[in-house]
Structure formats: C-alpha cells, structure tokens
C-alpha cells in the first residue's frame, strides 16, 4: 500500500507543518489520508482515543486528515526527562524511562512495534504520509535507524528532502546531505521541497537549478512562507514566543526547562484581549501581570528547583501578595502545593521536596500513568469544558475542598481560600470557547474567538497553498507508484 515520506535537512525546518498541510490537501481531494511518524522526541503530548499518547504534531495532523488521534500515528515518543534521560512511550504506554545509551541498545527492537503500527494504517487508508525526525543526513545514527531513512529502507516508501531557505544555506543544507548519506539512502530520495521562502522566486531559481544538478533530485515545489502557522497548536515552545501581541489583559507564563504540554496557551496566544508573555530562564516575572501560569512539566521535582533557581518562587509569592492570580497545570499545579513526594523514584532518587505552599495540597508520586480525554464542568462558571489527563502522581488536600472542575461528578483540582491560586490537572482546558470566555471575563476581558473554527480556517489556508506551490500530482504519482494512479475521489 502506497507512502509517502517527508525527511528533513534538520529539526525545525517545517517537516510537522508540511505533512499537516499535505493531511489537509490530500483529504479535499477526496483520498482518505493518516499521518505517522515511527519516532518523535516531544514533551507535548496529546491523548488519544484508544487511551495512549502521541506528539501533540501527529494529533493535528490527525485533525488535518479529519481523524480522530490515535497511538499509531506515532508507535514511539521520547519525552525527556532530563540531558540524559527519557521516558519511552511505545504504543502510547509508557515502558520506562532509559539514559539515550541504554535506548540506542533497545532501538532495534522497537522497529517491529513501528511496522506493526505502520501496516495498521496503511491497511485503513488511501495513503499515510509519514513524518521523519532531524535529519535525514544524521549518518552516525544511520544503524538501527527506526525513524528516517531505516524506516525508508523497511517500507520502500519515497523520500521527499525538505529543506528551510529562511535559516539560510539550503543549497548546503540538500547538496550536503546527498554528500555524505549512502548512495543506498540518497536513491530513496526522490525530490526536493523548498520551504519558508520570501522575496523574488527569479532569484533563487539559479540555486534550486544547482541543487537539481549537483543532486540529481527534482525539485517538487517552493513553499512561501506561511505566517498564520503561529494559529495552530505550537510543537516547539519557542514558537509561542512571537504571540504577545494582543492588548489587554497580560498572562505570563513560565519557560520551564522540561516544559509539556505547552499548546495549553495556544488558544490564549490567539485571543486579540490577551498579551501572552513567556517568561525565560534569567527574566523577572513582570510585575504587571494579571495572571500568572505555571504550566505541565515532564519533570516537576527538577523544574521545581529549576524554578527556584530562577528566582521566580520569590516573584509568585510577590505577585500573590499584590492580589495576582496564579494558574498551576499538572506539574504546575503540583509546584503550587506544599511538597511534592516521590517514595518509588519515578522522577529520580526518592525522597519529598518542599512546594511553593501556595496551595494547601500535597502530592506523591505513585500508581499507573494517567491517561484519559475527559468531559468536565469548571466549578466557578458552571462551563462545560473538554480536555485531557497525561500526568504521575495523586493530589490532596484542604483546598481540594475547593475544586477547580468537576469530571464526572468527581471534584477535580484545588483552589486557595482567597481564590488566587488554582491549580488543575486538566490540559487542554482553555481550547474551549464556553470556558475561556468565562475565565477572561472574570479578569475583565472579553472574547469572541470561536478558536477550533480557526484552526480549520488556518488548516484549509495552509493545504491551499500546498496545493498551489507543490507539485502534488508528481508527489502522488511516486507515492502510488509510476504504473498507477491513485483511488478516485469519493
């Protein structure tokens, strides 16, 4: 069954943003379409329907093919934990968190886990549009290689090189790559994308001429680049740092070293009454902020001390005393309690640390993962709200007295006495229009944003432009094979 695989010179060269906007396409086209990719390293996890968890990419990729997420889009999720750890999620289970050299021993045998995840898709669909990881030119990582051009040599998918023109050198970038990749791998290549291009198309046709001469690849389209990318779900959390645009209301946010799950804020970075300012390691957190945000964390006992190290412990209890709000989710909300105890080491070396004691809570670290979509209602408001659980540990205590929801019935989250603090392990809470309008106005901000009709909006925007500047007959051609055509619309 047909593939089509998009590799990349390096990270952030746009392989996530193009394969969403092909998504897209491919399904206005009438073709049933699934996105995958055999290996991503993210901390912005989504849950799926079948009750595991994937990249937060692959779930608006999802979207993009109008499918509901799903484990097999991305059979393995690296979530790190630290500079030499991460916890290995296969099959949307968490099985343990391993230093980098233990997982490099265990790699190989995941790769039967990714076919078989693989295979699964590419039975239900018309075509799977797979997603490589870095790049493709990482010729040290090239034996036991699950997610670029050894999965490439597994499937005999065709490979489409992407390349980034707005970082500069993408003539160096793709020639390069064919230099020092094996003839093996630079022939399941079969073309070139150019993507984030600006300025005159006639000025860069001498470069892309070279790069088809000195590479032998066709070129299959320019993309320009695409400036409303910034209204879809962010995969990195640099990305959010260009939407503090809006007027009104100032959110502050903390850049924490292990920071997930961070596309919570996305529909706060959309709202024209929000200015949304990250806060980096080395920053105050602004003295005029309304609210402050601490956000989920792969790592809380360390980004806790890495918060503190900060200073930004010093400036939550100012900001608590001048009569600010504070918003902890999942690992924040954990943060805002009065310790945090790990006896079994989930996170590192047992033991309890000290909280922010800006909440009457305390949580251990213990039991299964959890990991649930859930239909809650916010206490205060009464809203309806939709999201997701993806969090260790139990919480409890005087303010839990005080939820901040109720799921099922069942009180979720705490809020202080005074009403300031409040924390949730509710993510995605804020994607729902009812409950954010809710919660800005009580801060005396208005909001008419419908913000899942805008992400169609920018969906449909980004897979017309795809359609326009990409050669995506030739891609589909290669894709089904040079013999046959693909199924007909309908």
């Not at 209890?317 to 079994?344: E, F, S």
């Not at 959890?370 to 209602?377: D, E, I, M, P, S």
Request: hydrophobic share 40%; charged share 20%.
């Amino acid at each position: 069954m047909p593939g089509l695989m998009i590799q990349g010179t390096g990270s952030n060269v746009g392989k996530s943003l193009v394969v969403a906007g092909l998504c897209r396409a491919l399904r206005l086209r009438g073709l049933s379409v699934a996105p995958f990719k055999p290996q991503n390293m993210s901390n912005n996890a989504a849950v799926t329907a079948d009750g595991g968890e994937i990249g937060r990419a692959q779930a608006l990729q999802a979207r993009a093919a109008g499918l509901a997420p799903h484990s097999d889009m991305n059979p393995v999720l690296l979530k790190p934990e630290s500079e030499t750890g991460s916890q290995v999620i296969v099959q949307g289970r968490r099985i343990g968190t391993f230093k980098a050299r233990d997982y490099w021993r265990r790699k190989a045998g995941l790769m039967d886990a990714v076919m078989d995840s693989y295979r699964r898709l590419e039975a239900a669909h018309d075509l799977v549009v797979i997603e490589g990881a870095g790049s493709a030119a990482e010729v040290n990582l090239r034996a036991h290689d699950i997610a670029n051009m050894g999965f490439a040599e597994a499937t005999g998918v065709p490979v489409i090189l992407l390349g980034d023109i707005d970082r500069g050198g993408v003539i160096a970038q793709i020639v390069g790559t064919k230099a020092v990749i094996e003839p093996a791998d630079a022939a399941r290549i079969h073309g070139f994308i150019i993507n984030r291009f600006r300025g005159d198309l006639d000025l860069f046709s001498e470069g892309h001429d070279l790069i088809e001469t000195r590479t032998g690849w066709p070129g299959m389209g320019i993309l320009p680049a695409f400036d409303r990318a910034h209204l879809l779900p962010a995969e990195d959390a640099q990305d959010i740092r260009s939407r503090s645009t809006g007027e009104g209301i100032t959110v502050a946010w903390l850049v924490l070293s292990r920071v997930a799950n961070f596309d919570d804020l996305d529909p706060l970075a959309a709202e024209p009454g929000v200015r949304l300012l990250p806060v980096h390691p080395g920053q105050p957190i602004p003295a005029n902020a309304d609210l402050v945000i601490v956000p989920g964390t792969k790592s809380t006992r360390g980004d806790l001390a890495f918060l503190r190290a900060q200073g930004w412990d010093i400036d939550l209890l100012a900001h608590h005393r001048r009569g600010g709000r504070i918003l902890g989710i999942c690992g924040g909300y954990q943060m805002l309690g009065l310790g945090i105890a790990d006896p079994w080491g989930i996170e590192g070396p047992p033991g309890r640390v000290e909280g922010l004691g800006l909440l009457q809570v305390e949580t251990v670290m213990e039991g299964d993962k959890t990991l649930r979509q859930v239909r809650a209602a916010h206490e205060a408001s009464a809203s309806a709200m939709t999201g997701y659980e993806i969090h260790m540990g139990r919480t409890d205590g005087p303010d839990c007295r005080r939820p901040f929801a109720r799921v099922d019935g069942r009180a979720e989250g705490a809020i202080s006495a005074d009403g300031l603090v409040q924390g949730t392990y509710l993510h995605g809470l804020f994607c729902g229009d009812g409950f954010r309008r809710a919660w800005l106005g009580a801060m005396g901000a208005g909001s008419d944003l419908n913000h899942g009709a805008q992400v169609e909006q920018v969906l449909d925007e980004l897979a017309g432009l795809i359609e326009t500047h990409l050669d995506l007959d030739r891609m589909l051609a290669l894709a089904f094979g040079r013999e046959k055509r693909p199924p007909s619309a309908g």
